[in-house]
C-alpha cells in the first residue's frame, strides 16, 4: 500500500472524485439504478478515506452537464477547508456562447479544466465537429485542462482532436474505460498506444475496479495497468480514486490498496509522481 502521509512527505493528490446531491435534479445518469451511489455525496463524506490515505489535495470532477454543477462544485471546493484543490467543470461546448461561458469561468480561481461528457454522446465523432473549435481554442487560450472522457472507440478520435488542437493539454480519464470485465485489451492496447505515442497527453490511472466488475482481483487489471506505465511511463500517469462511484466496486479502500500492489514495483520517485508530482504539474495546483 502506497506510504501514509507525514510531515515531510510527498504531497498526494487524489486527481478524480465527484460529489453530488440529488435534489439537485441535473445528474441524469445517476437513477436508482445505480444502487449503492445513489445517495447525497459531500466533501464530508470524503474526509475520512483521504485522511486515511495520507491525501493532501484533490480534484474535484463534474458528474452533470450543467454549468449550474460546476458553480456548485466551486462553491463546495470553495467549502473544503483547502482539500480541494482545483475544479473541473462543464461548459456547453456546442453553444454560440461558448467561448464566453469559458472565459467566464476561467476567472474562477479553482477551476482548471473543463470536460464533456463525451462517453454518453451517442455519436462518436461528436469531437471532431468544426463548431467546437472555438471552445478548444477558448480551452487553450485560458490555460485550461481538457479531461477526456472517453471510451476506447474514441481513441482514434482523440489522436485526430490532438492534431487539430496541438496547445490542448488534456488527460485521458479512466485510461478511456477498456472493458477489463470481458478481457477486452488487445484493441484498446493498440489504440492507447497510438495516443500516448503521438500526443503528449497524461492518462489518469481511476476507474479500472469499476470497469473489471464486482468481482475484480487485483491480477484482471494489472495487464493494464502494466501497459499504462510501458506507454505512457510514470511521468504521465495520474492517479484518481473515482469516488463516490468506485463504492460500486469495493471502495476507495479498495481500489487504494491495489494501487499499492499494482505499483510497488516503482522506484519512490515514480511513486511520488503518479501519486501527487504529476497532477500538480498538471492542473497547476
Known sequence: MPQRHHAKSPPRIDAHHHVWRLARGDYGWLTADAGAIYRDYDIADLKPFVDEAGITGTVLVQAAPTEAETEYMLARAKASGGLVKGVVGWVDMAAKDAPAGIARLAKQSLLRGIRPMIHDIPD?????????????????????????????????????????????????????????????????????????????????????ITEAGPHWKVDHLRTYVDHLLDVFGPGRLIWGSDWPVVDKAGGYEAWWAATGTLLSHLSADDHNRILGGNAIAFYRL
Open 124 to 208: 462518436p465523432d461528436w469531437m471532431l465537429d468544426p463548431g467546437l473549435d472555438p471552445a478548444f481554442a477558448a480551452i487553450v487560450e485560458h490555460d485550461l485542462r481538457f479531461d477526456a472522457l472517453v471510451r476506447p472507440v474514441h481513441l482514434p478520435r482523440l489522436l485526430r482532436l490532438a492534431d487539430w488542437h496541438p496547445g490542448l493539454q488534456f488527460v485521458v480519464d479512466h485510461a478511456a474505460k477498456p472493458d477489463i470485465a470481458r478481457g477486452a485489451f488487445a484493441p484498446w492496447a493498440r489504440d492507447i498506444t497510438q495516443l500516448a505515442r503521438n500526443t503528449a497527453c497524461l492518462c489518469k490511472i481511476s476507474g479500472l
